[in-house]
């Protein structure tokens, strides 16, 4: 994995290759290896308050607006993590793309939920069953797709 400083901070076009790679990497990865490494990736993008409304995903930037931006943002880190699986034509079965109530942080979000039993936030793992975190609302693979 990429030091993040040589991430975040080289650009758009050298953000577009290091991302290429990452998904060229993950294409014959099983799912678990393949979310992973994408969470581990993304979440090491230096974050500001909100870029996008995760309640608007007609608005939501497609993969590549979301790389050449120099600003990411909480939904930014969950919806690149998506696109990266979806883009590594991993089976998106196991996955479910939300808006969640962090209750810790205080605010709605997109996260990520797994075998609906965990609910990943840009920052953080907690069970779907944790006081801390609502699912507010849950998009469809044809939603979120739409925007590639």
Same mark, same amino acid.
């Given at each position: 994995?990429? #030091? ?57 930037? #497609? ?44 605010? #709605? ?6 075998? #609906? ?32």
């Amino acid at each position: 994995m990429e #030091n993040s400083l040589n991430i975040w901070g080289s650009g758009p076009i050298a953000r577009f290759r290091l991302w290429r790679s990452l998904r060229k990497g993950l294409e014959t990865s099983k799912f678990d290896e393949a979310f992973k490494q994408a969470y581990s990736w993304w979440t090491t993008a230096p974050t500001v308050r909100r870029t996008f409304d995760p309640w608007k995903p007609e608005q939501w930037p #497609n993969p590549w607006e979301l790389l050449y931006k120099e600003d990411f943002c909480p939904n930014s880190v969950c919806l690149g993590i998506w696109y990266v699986l979806r883009l590594t034509n991993q089976d998106l079965s196991r996955i479910k793309l939300c808006v969640v109530s962090d209750r810790e942080q205080k605010h #709605n979000c997109l996260g990520l939920v797994l075998d #609906n039993k965990e609910v990943y936030l840009y920052n953080k793992k907690l069970s779907i069953k944790s006081h801390l975190v609502e699912i507010l609302n849950t998009f469809s693979t044809e939603e979120v797709e739409a925007r590639i």
